[in-house]
Nanobody
């Protein structure tokens, strides 16, 4: 199966915004739940946000009210809109599809 591909990471000042995208194969995209994970240096990878095939969402407490996960099945793309970014959001962000397929990751760095 084709590996999902993330994009949209970068360097931003605290309080700023970024939007991450995850493009995946149409064959698997619409039938699976998907999620965004992140891994900061020296820490374990953690689930940040998840969206089901039906569009239900949930978030880790640290990002509630600041991040929004969404999906566009017509474009086979998932998004993570990140607002009010904090230095502690700095990490490599990965998308995951169906609990199985992982992207290569995209770096998000938030400066204070």
């Amino acid at each position: 199966q084709v590996q999902p591909v993330e994009s949209g990471g970068g360097l931003v000042q605290a309080g700023g915004s970024l939007r991450l995208s995850c493009a995946a194969s149409g064959r698997i995209f619409s039938i699976n739940g998907m999620g965004w994970y992140r891994q900061a240096p020296g820490k374990q990878r953690e689930l940040v946000a998840h969206i089901t095939a039906g569009g239900s969402t949930n978030y880790v407490d640290a990002v509630k009210g600041r991040f929004t996960i969404s999906r566009d099945n017509a474009k086979n793309t998932m998004y993570l809109q990140m607002n009010s970014l904090k230095p502690e959001d700095t990490a490599v962000y990965y998308c995951n599809i169906g609990g199985i397929l992982w992207g290569q990751g995209t770096q998000v760095t938030v400066s204070s």
